[in-house]
């Protein structure tokens, strides 16, 4: 199995719908482009992971910066479908968080 992970671009938008609804949220096109270029506008653009072409995990993190306590950040939401997990790809998608 060959994954890659990378940053998520307006393109992926559509194919992350069955990671969001894993989420137990609703999906609309709509509510996610907006949603996405306004993260992707602060640099908080979700890690995916895709295998054979097919996204199978998702990661996004929020960073925040104070200036008295420095840099932070959060994993807000990571969801890797069923089939694709134990596999050590929660823990690489949060790695590749961290390091972007």
């Known amino acids: 199995m060959t994954v890659i992970y990378k940053q ?3 393109t992926d938008i559509e194919d992350i719908a069955p990671l ?3 989420l137990g949220y609703d999906f609309n096109f ?3 482009y907006k949603t996405f270029k ?3 506008t602060r640099g908080d653009s979700p890690v995916i992971v895709t ?3 097919q996204i199978v995990g998702m990661a996004q993190a929020l960073v ?3 200036i008295a306590e420095g840099i932070s950040g959060e994993i807000v939401s990571l969801c ?3 089939g694709f997990r134990s596999k050590g790809i929660a823990k690489s ?3 590749t968080a961290r390091a972007i």
């Open 30 to 32: 709509d509510v996610a």
């Open 8 to 10: 998520a671009s307006e």
């Open 80 to 82: 890797v479908l069923p």
């Open 93 to 95: 998608l949060i790695n």
């Open 38 to 40: 306004s993260l992707q």
């Open 64 to 66: 925040d910066v104070r």
């Open 51 to 53: 295998s054979n072409g």
């Open 20 to 22: 969001v609804k894993a």
